[in-house]
């Protein structure tokens, strides 16, 4: 049977019905207004160069005494894990009885071009692990790193293991050289060293672009014909441009900080071997002996679930726990089954180790 | 049957190879056009490109024959990679082609505009992905971020020339600066934290000071309350104290009390002497 069973007045009519749509979207669209984002009520504690920590109030009349610091990574804005009324982890965990806090990076520009890794980790997340050790007079806190950030959330465990009583680490890229990792294999063959040269910082335009790449028929061209679909309802809509807000809200990346992560953790795949260095410290994950939970996405496709799941063969703590999640890379912070499994899985994993 | 079903595979073909074709052609130079001129066209240039300069201003020549050289080079991997993509358009209609064929096979329908976009999107995705996954690209990706990255650092280089030339600041000084001050920062929190150590090193000594402050105050207190309870006592309550002082350090203390007391200079010179020994 030929497959192809239009005719030409259906074809006319769904024509007519999407220009329609588009029609009504345009005034859907520009009576959307200011797209709003981060739901939770919080304060500035510590502000250094354009880092911000920032204090969530806590939602429970107890919370757990041993604070919770959430390390985002220097990619994208940090309000994904906060985007709005029931679509927030960090909702969800301070619902959970956990006393929340996370650093804000900002957006580095010329000025923080020189910025390494060593300054990032044993510097800014550093003074921040102190800043809440202090203000809960506690000598231990839980750490929680989002993608990049808890790749740095392991090499700053694995180097101050003293300060941090449990990790998790959601969607965390540790093996950076398996077989599907697509953003690994498009970096393989550049001249990092050349590209930040040239560059300075990486403008997050081109980060953007390279996201992009990855699946370009659909980002670029699916993902808008689909949002036709939804501009008849104004809720519908106002969600899908708070993501889309989101997704082009691109910092640049500190250019020393890019070279060597690009070049020590993506080309060399030095945190598995063990090679990665801070500063003047090596970075062996077989350090860390405080509990781990381990979540990542099956359905990823900028971090591949086998990258997350390498950490458990690495880390030298007895007590390591994975956590699968049906979704994708974003899906895990906003979408409603993320809502209902991961806040609730952090929360009971550290009141049992609080 | 097995006639009947090509027959209708072949009507499905038809315009897969139509699309084909256009594609093909206008991906590239169609056909042989320019396939035998371009290496001489690249031998030419190469050639002239290689010619060393002379005479005053042979800086300046062999910076801009460094300069079209790289743009060739860019323009060669930039021209590389499209005819490569255009390739994965080919490859997308092959797969799009099968999965009209597979779908005729089992009965399968597509009834709006809009399932042939999703299909041409799920294709072209697929064709993409295999491609992208292979070394051939990653190699040619890296090569066409690098030459463009050598052109445009080239191109900076020329600019600071100039720059420099009209008294403005450049790239490369900004860059020194940036670096120094990074620097900088990194000493200055080096030297607060080292600051901050020695400062709570500090309190730990002067927390030390009035403990041993207090000893001594005590123990003077101790001391010339022992004395005192033959002349003259001040208070019950500190006399209580001196005594329970007294009493817990018994005899030997007592002594170097009563030292004191009875004379502060000779007290302060032994006291002197014990601490050069």
Redesign the interface.
């Known amino acids: 049977?030929?497959?192809?069973?239009?005719r030409p007045d259906?074809?006319t009519r769904?024509?007519n019905d999407f220009n329609a749509k588009l029609s009504q979207g345009f005034q859907t669209l520009s009576d959307i207004g200011e797209i709003e984002v981060g739901v939770s009520e919080k304060e500035p504690v510590y502000t250094e160069d354009k880092l911000v920590l920032y204090h969530f109030t806590p939602r429970v009349e107890n919370p757990n005494k041993i604070p919770l610091l959430i390390v985002y990574a220097l990619v994208n804005r940090p309000y994904i894990a906060d985007l709005q009324e029931g679509r927030s982890m960090i909702q969800g965990l301070l619902d959970s009885g956990q006393d929340v806090y996370l650093i804000d990076w900002g957006y580095p520009d010329?000025?923080d071009?020189?910025?390494d890794l060593n300054?990032y980790i044993n510097?800014y997340i550093d003074r921040c692990v102190d800043v809440v050790r202090n203000r809960h007079n506690q000598k231990t806190i839980n750490l929680l790193g989002i993608c990049q950030g808890g790749t740095f959330s392991l090499c700053y465990t694995a180097l101050h293991s003293e300060k941090i009583k449990n990790l998790i680490t959601t969607v965390t890229p540790v093996d950076f050289q398996t077989k599907?990792d697509?953003l690994s294999?498009?970096?393989?063959?550049?001249?990092v060293d050349?590209?930040v040269?040239?560059?300075?910082n990486i403008p997050g335009e081109l980060l953007n672009w390279t996201y992009l790449g990855?699946?370009?028929?659909?980002l670029m061209?699916?993902k808008y014909?689909d949002l036709v679909d939804m501009l008849d309802d104004t809720e519908k809509a106002r969600n899908f441009m708070r993501m889309e807000k989101w997704i082009f809200d691109s910092p640049d990346q500190a250019g020393e900080a890019f070279r060597q992560f690009t070049k020590q953790f993506y080309q060399q795949n030095g945190l598995v071997k063990g090679t990665v260095k801070i500063g003047n410290d090596t970075v062996d994950l077989m350090d860390i002996n405080v509990p781990v939970l381990n979540i990542y996405a099956v359905a990823d496709h900028l971090v591949p679930p086998d990258s997350s799941k390498a950490l458990g063969g690495c880390v030298g703590t007895d007590d390591y726990t994975e956590l699968e999640f049906p979704g994708g890379h974003i899906g895990i912070y906003v979408s409603g089954k993320a809502q209902k499994m991961i806040p609730p899985s952090v929360g009971e994993w550290l009141t049992e180790r609080s | 049957m097995g006639q009947m079903l090509s027959g209708m595979f072949g009507a499905c073909q038809l315009p897969m190879d139509t699309l084909q074709r256009t594609m093909s052609s206008g991906s590239v130079f169609p056909g042989d056009f320019l396939q035998g001129f371009k290496p001489d066209v690249e031998k030419v240039t190469d050639k002239f490109l290689s010619v060393p300069g002379i005479g005053y201003s042979r800086e300046s020549q062999e910076q801009v024959q460094n300069g079209l050289r790289l743009l060739a080079n860019y323009q060669r991997s930039s021209h590389e990679y499209h005819v490569q993509l255009g390739k994965v358009g080919i490859d997308a209609l092959d797969i799009m082609k099968q999965r009209i064929l597979e779908m005729a096979e089992n009965g399968e329908e597509i009834n709006s505009l809009r399932e042939v976009y999703d299909l041409w999107v799920d294709c072209n995705e697929s064709a993409y992905a295999d491609y992208v996954k292979s070394e051939e690209y990653s190699r040619l990706y890296g090569k066409l971020v690098n030459d463009l990255m050598a052109l445009k650092r080239h191109g900076q280089g020329i600019m600071d020339e100039t720059m420099s030339a009209l008294g403005m600041p450049t790239r490369k000084g900004m860059a020194t600066v940036q670096k120094r001050q990074q620097e900088l920062r990194r000493s200055l929190i080096d030297s607060k934290n080292r600051i901050e150590t020695l400062e709570s090193e500090l309190k730990k000594v002067e927390a030390l000071e009035h403990e041993v402050k207090a000893m001594r105050s005590g123990r003077e207190a101790g001391s010339s309350a022992g004395v005192k309870t033959d002349t003259a006592p001040k208070s019950a309550g500190k006399k209580k104290a001196g005594k329970k002082k007294a009493g817990k350090k018994k005899t030997g203390k007592k002594k170097a009390g009563k030292k004191k007391t009875g004379k502060k200079k000779t007290g302060k010179k032994k006291a002197g002497k014990k601490k050069a020994r």
Not at chain 1, 1 to 6: A, D, E, I, S, V
Not at chain 1, 185 to 191: E, G, P, S, Y
Request: no cysteine; aromatic share 10%; proline share 5%.
């Open positions: 049977m030929f497959p192809f069973q239009m259906e074809i769904e024509i010329a000025a071009r020189y910025l300054d510097g599907d697509q294999h498009l970096v393989r063959h550049i001249d050349l590209l040269d040239t560059l300075g990855l699946k370009p028929f659909q061209g699916q014909v």
